[in-house]
């Protein structure tokens, strides 16, 4: 029983130290994304173009935004849909 606990123990430290690792070694590819080109671009740009950007950036979120709500109304208005009372199956109870 004690090897038992001891092994999930171990498991459980392995796996944290795993993610940990992972998320370590994942972060500067995460951040290397910033196109140097499109940086340089933005910031030799005037105000207006920067305010452009912002503009674009807002419009562009709008439609997944507005499909993700869709669906999560879409599932909670049908949440119910299979779980009515008389198509209910009563488990037997003679087995």
Sequence with gaps: ?????????????????????????????????GCSLCYTQAANS?????????????ILIIPPLSICLAAMVLAYRRRNQFNQADARV???SDW
Excluded: Y
């Design 1 to 33: 029983m004690k090897t038992r606990m001891k092994f999930r123990k171990v498991s459980r430290l392995v796996a944290i130290s795993l993610m940990a690792l992972v998320a370590l070694t994942l972060t500067p590819l995460a951040f290397s994304q």
């Design 46 to 58: 005037g105000a207006r173009m920067i305010r452009a950007l912002r503009s674009g950036i807002i």
């Design 90 to 92: 009563e488990p037997r």
